[in-house]
């Protein structure tokens, strides 16, 4: 078990609404970075905070939108849900973005109906 | 073209062979390469990674890495059932974060 925690561990929602998701980053770990993962998929890199900040983002449109907390806990937030957003959303934190440290949490299981 | 490729199998061993994973990467800017071991219904976790070209062995694992064929591998020697899963290559290129193949199911056969 690594120290990354999310929540919910399951959500389903309906065509254009809007998700909240949360991570509580491992302890001493500043950088939290935020991926998809559709079914049959590798995971897909949405975007990454540090300190607060975004600092780099995928292919992803801006209704996928991040927050990072001063305790390095972060929010991923999607408005206006489409079919495709189903998957699972895994976050994932580390030091200083070093990925020999990243460790990700158990997910958040998103289906949009 | 994907960046990182990966035969989606299933690759399917006997119980004690030795399972080899293999991955291709596109991005010759890429640095470090990752392995990773999911197992269904739960998120990634971290077997082992590699910088450098040759093997790194750890435990039962051994990571090959040619940068000139732009290639990536993974032997699980002794295979144990416990060890099927889907495994997932991923490659560093710099962007601050890590590219993933699609994954490789693994089944050990008892």
């Known amino acids: 078990e690594t120290g990354v925690t999310q929540s919910p561990t399951h959500l389903i929602k309906t065509r254009g609404q809007q998700v909240t998701l949360r991570c509580s980053s491992q302890?001493?770990?500043?950088?939290v970075s935020w991926y998809q993962q559709a079914l049959g998929q590798g995971p897909q890199f949405i975007f990454q905070?540090?300190?607060?900040?975004?600092?780099g983002r995928g292919n992803f449109p801006p209704r996928f939108s991040g927050l990072q907390f001063p305790n390095y806990s972060s929010e991923l937030n999607v408005n206006a849900l489409e079919l495709d957003d189903s998957a699972l959303y895994l976050c994932?934190?580390?030091?200083?973005?070093?990925?020999?440290?990243?460790?990700f949490g158990p997910g958040t299981r998103l289906l949009v109906l | 073209q994907k960046e990182v490729e990966q035969n989606s199998g299933p690759l399917s061993v006997p119980e004690g062979a030795i399972a080899s994973l293999n991955c291709t990467y596109s991005?010759?800017?890429?640095?470090?390469f990752f392995w990773y071991r999911q197992y269904s219904g739960k998120s990634p976790e971290l077997i082992m990674f590699i910088y450098s070209n040759g093997d790194k062995e750890d435990g039962r694992f051994t990571a090959q890495l040619n940068k000139a064929s732009q290639y990536v591998s993974l032997l699980i020697r002794d295979s144990q059932p416990s060890d099927s899963a889907t495994y997932l290559c991923?490659?560093?290129?710099?962007?601050?974060?890590?590219?993933f193949g699609s994954g490789t199911r693994l089944q050990v056969q008892p």
């Open positions: 994932a934190s580390s030091n200083s973005g070093n990925q020999e440290t990243q460790y």
């Open positions: 991923a490659a560093d290129t710099g962007r601050r974060a890590l590219t």
């Open positions: 991005d010759r800017g890429s640095q470090s």
């Open positions: 905070y540090y300190r607060e900040e975004e600092n």
């Open positions: 302890s001493g770990h500043n950088t």
